[in-house]
């Protein structure tokens, strides 16, 4: 009989746990559980935060927003027109080819370049990611203004006389640029997760608001979540049996705590015994005490990842905000020293107005790095305060200050001169020993164009280009940065400066002579109507339409480099292969002046590149040569040098012109023989 009863009682009992009563007991169970590994897994999103602040693709939209208004004052100075194929011409920017051998840059595989782009030169001695950028726009956005630039040039010889200041300076940027990713962490645009996380630490009920602006109530509130929930969750069953036995004694029964304990386990077992009608322990008892404990400690294990989840939030903010408030300090340290000395960084490098002396100051208090005992509430206040508009000039300042530093220091560091801004009606353009600040193995070169544009003529790998891109840089430098890679240059500010160099078919629709045809239209186009002003003007243009055939390439580039010699404001320079250019000299009255790159070839045929210019025509040809040091085979050079024989034969044939008189002229394809 008692073993029919027990089997309906066994068959009760799991209908009842079969029933939706338990069962939703048991989904709230595992909903706990999940909840448990939500927590877990935003617990390692935070430790991933903390670690990483955010990524580096944020890194960059945060500095060009910090960035922005101050590259847009920068901008409003310049107003020299220097379109963007000219920037990328001379790679200042941009490199071409990350390989050498492709760099254009460098005519052999000798000729190793030390920077990819002009802009790596400079930036290399900036500090900080925002100073790196603000030099970028500064050299974007040159000036023919040569007030201007005297100005900005006097800020550089300042601080050139004050080096105990540039020490000083460069230490403090070193120091602030371990400090800027958390600046741009407190710049960052808002974010739902970031700030459902970093507003787990302030009181969200809107009559509790008021207190966040306590830096008491702030740590109170935050240590009470911290250490006293795990505490009492800790302490909750303890609590349970303690209680009790206290009102007992009370309310004046004298029973000892032993005794009630034992009192305690009676009262349970004998529960036990009327469950299961005396038959022992069940597994409904297990089953119950086991959901007990399961909900026991997931409530321990929620306090505690609550509370380690809290630590890390906080540990994030009162770090980070520590290091923002010192960047700041020593911002405002750095302007108060610079100030004292004399030195001014923004007059002449961006709008009148846009940072003022009363602008670069922050009153924010001193932090400490967290400390769970410490009063950390007051960095938490400092987050929630942050002022990014009112802060945002400081960083304004410190970026400009770390761009206009970095170009006096690498002027010293690289033997850059400072540039002599003319203010002669004449078109001034003189360089003494002048290089190409990418490359390693330097050789300098002198040009004077003052009087005369240049027509450049010389073998294929002479440095034709990398000359024609030296003249550019240094003129793009000297009207941003007001130095330049020479000994000494003086120049009258260009307020158009356009190149030819590489043409690239853009619309894909073109040929590329059609596209050189329409780049040398638009050169023309403005250049007249810069002319009627006076306004200066600098053209370069390498191996002109060498892109169609000879004869038409010649007829269409003598035509356009003539025209150009009419412009008495604008200095022309022309590289060709076609030694009919060099009739210019004498076509146009001396407006154009002839210079040579020369190569040495040894009696066995060895190629020496010197990279020198010199006044003259040059009449070498090595693009055979060319192919034969390349490894070209045997045959291709035999019947190369054939065509060129039969062609070099008819050539000469056609140099001897005779005169009225009937005198003999010789030169090169009907040029004259003698320099230019």
Not at 210 to 222: D, E, I, M, R, V
Not at 488 to 517: H, W, Y
């Amino acid at each position: 009989m008692s073993s029919l009863v027990q089997s309906s009682e066994v068959q009760t009992m799991s209908s009842l746990v079969q029933s939706s009563e338990v069962q939703a007991k048991l989904k709230s169970a595992f909903d706990l559980v999940r909840t448990y590994a939500l927590d877990k897994e935003l617990l390692e999103q935070m430790e991933t935060l903390e670690s990483e602040g955010f990524n580096r693709q944020d890194h960059t939209g945060v500095c060009s927003r910090l960035t922005e208004e101050l590259a847009g004052s920068i901008a409003s100075q310049g107003d020299a027109c220097v379109e963007d194929h000219v920037f990328t011409d001379v790679e200042m920017f941009e490199s071409w080819s990350t390989s050498t051998s492709m760099n254009p840059i460098t005519s052999t595989s000798s000729r190793h370049a030390k920077h990819e782009t002009v802009k790596d030169v400079l930036s290399g001695h900036a500090h900080l990611q925002g100073g790196r950028a603000t030099l970028s726009s500064i050299l974007r956005n040159p000036t023919s203004d040569a007030t201007l630039l005297e100005k900005r040039q006097a800020t550089l010889r300042q601080l050139q006389k004050n080096k105990p200041l540039i020490a000083s300076l460069s230490a403090t940027f070193s120091k602030m640029s371990a400090l800027e990713p958390d600046v741009m962490w407190a710049f960052r645009e808002p974010g739902e997760e970031a700030d459902a996380l970093y507003g787990m630490v302030y009181f969200q009920s809107w009559f509790l608001k008021g207190f966040n602006g306590s830096s008491s109530c702030l740590t109170a509130f935050a240590l009470q979540r911290i250490l006293l929930s795990p505490l009492i969750g800790i302490l909750t069953p303890l609590v349970y049996i303690v209680f009790p036995y206290l009102v007992l004694r009370y309310h004046g029964l004298p029973i000892g705590f032993v005794a009630y304990l034992r009192m305690l386990y009676r009262s349970f077992s004998l529960a036990g015994n009327m469950m299961t009608h005396g038959t022992g322990t069940s597994w409904v008892q297990y089953l119950s005490c086991g959901f007990s404990l399961l909900f026991y400690f997931q409530s321990l294990f929620s306090s505690f990842e609550v509370s380690r989840t809290l630590t890390t939030v906080i540990r994030i903010i009162c770090n980070k905000m520590n290091n923002v408030h010192e960047f700041m300090h020593l911002a405002c340290e750095a302007h108060r020293s610079t100030a004292a000395a004399g030195v001014d960084f923004t007059g002449a490098w961006v709008q009148p107005g846009f940072i003022t002396p009363a602008k670069v100051d922050f009153q924010g208090p001193a932090l400490q790095p967290f400390n769970l005992f410490s009063n950390f509430g007051t960095a938490l206040k400092a987050f929630r305060e942050f002022d990014m508009t009112k802060n945002m000039c400081i960083v304004q300042w410190i970026y400009l200050a770390d761009a206009v530093l970095a170009i006096e220091v690498a002027r010293c560091s690289l033997g850059f001169c400072y540039t002599t801004f003319s203010s002669s009606t004449r078109t001034t353009f003189i360089a003494n020993s002048l290089w190409h600040p990418c490359l390693v193995d330097v050789v300098k070169n002198s040009v004077d164009l003052t009087e005369q544009n240049m027509i450049l003529t010389g073998p294929n790998a002479g440095g034709k280009s990398t000359l024609l891109k030296s003249i550019l840089i240094a003129a793009l430098l000297s009207q941003s940065t007001c130095i330049a890679p020479c000994a000494s240059l003086e120049l009258t500010p260009f307020r158009l400066i356009r190149s030819q160099i590489n043409v690239p078919d853009c619309k894909g629709s073109q040929s590329l002579f059609e596209a050189e045809m329409l780049r040398c239209k638009e050169s023309l186009d403005k250049l007249r109507d810069l002319d009627k002003g006076g306004r200066k003007a600098l053209i370069v243009m390498d191996e002109i339409f060498s892109s169609t055939n000879v004869v038409e390439g010649i007829a269409g580039a003598y035509a356009v480099a003539k025209a150009l010699a009419a412009l008495p404001h604008a200095v022309t320079i022309i590289s060709t292969h076609f030694a009919y250019l060099c009739k210019l000299a004498k076509d146009t009255g001396g407006r154009y002046g002839n210079y040579k790159m020369q190569v040495s070839i040894s009696d066995g045929g060895d190629i020496t590149y010197p990279y020198t210019l010199s006044r003259g025509i040059s009449k070498q040809y090595i693009a055979l040569d060319l192919l034969r040091k390349n490894g070209f085979d045997a045959g291709i050079l035999e019947d190369a040098i054939a065509v060129r024989s039969r062609l070099t034969e008819g050539s000469e044939k056609n140099k001897c012109n005779h005169d009225k008189r009937g005198e003999c002229q010789t030169g090169v394809d009907g040029v004259d023989g003698e320099d230019k």
